[in-house]
Antibody, heavy 119, light 107 residues
Framework: EVQLVESGGGLVQPGGSLRLSCAASGFTFSSYEMNWVRQAPGKGLEWVSYISSSGSTIYYADSVKGRFTISRDNAKNSLYLQMNSLRAEDTAVYYC????????????WGQGTLVTVSS | DIQMTQSPSTLSASVGDRVTITCRASQSISSWLAWYQQKPGKAPKLLIYKASSLESGVPSRFSGSGSGTEFTLTISSLQPDDFATYYCQQYNSYPVTFGQGTKVEIK
């Protein structure tokens, strides 16, 4: 069974940092592209970042470029999002999502981890 | 960036109704469109990919159509489990973008 489990969320002050993790199981993690998607309270979905299966290709939304860093460790079946210089508008539930090989869309999602940026 | 516009934003319907949600892209995305269902407090669930392909395990009452800039999600006979928010997503190019969502409510 495919599972994606996020962790690392919490309360952080503006300007602070946080590192999110996504532990993958039930599939060959190293074969799949991965993404982070976030959802502010009561709002819609916003794509945040993408990383290719090898980690050689990375994309970011303009809203996080220069502040967030996506990475992966295929040996540990894990995806990461390092978030620096956090702002109140970064408050959201953060989901990791798998790019389906056949679907090319996000076929599996984690349960999400809440990041709250507030003083 | 490609902008995705869904309509309506909210839809009130009854069990058994046929429901249609529209999604428009600001430029052609071929058939690189997906539909997701999200229930409160839960992660989104993939329903349709490549505009009209039904994801495994998704009931056949869900269908998708369209190409280019105009797409629709149809629920042929609304069931109690279908009351949720639906999002379209283009993945023709990064940044991937989502529509603003359509909330399907009980009439």
């Amino acid at each position: 069974e495919v599972q994606l489990v996020e962790s690392g969320g919490g309360l952080v002050q503006p300007g602070g940092s946080l590192r999110l993790s996504c532990a993958a199981s039930g599939f060959t993690f190293s074969s799949y592209e991965m993404n982070w998607v976030r959802q502010a309270p009561g709002k819609g979905l916003e794509w945040v970042s993408y990383i290719s299966s090898s980690g050689s290709t990375i994309y970011y939304a303009d809203s996080v470029k220069g502040r967030f860093t996506i990475s992966r460790d295929n040996a540990k079946n894990s995806l990461y999002l390092q978030m620096n210089s956090l702002r109140a508008e970064d408050t959201a539930v953060y989901y990791c999502a798998r790019d389906g090989l056949a679907t090319s869309s996000f076929d599996y999602w984690g349960q999400g981890t809440l990041v709250t940026v507030s003083s | 960036d490609i902008q995705m516009t869904q309509s309506p934003s909210t839809l009130s319907a009854s069990v058994g109704d046929r429901v249609t949600i529209t999604c428009r892209a600001s430029q052609s995305i071929s058939s690189w469109l997906a539909w997701y269902q999200q229930k409160p407090g839960k992660a989104p669930k993939l329903l349709i990919y490549k505009a009209s392909s039904l994801e495994s395990g998704v009931p056949s009452r869900f269908s998708g159509s369209g190409s280019g800039t105009e797409f629709t999600l149809t629920i042929s006979s609304l069931q109690p489990d279908d009351f949720a928010t639906y999002y379209c997503q283009q993945y023709n190019s990064y940044p991937v973008t989502f529509g603003q969502g359509t909330k399907v409510e009980i009439k």
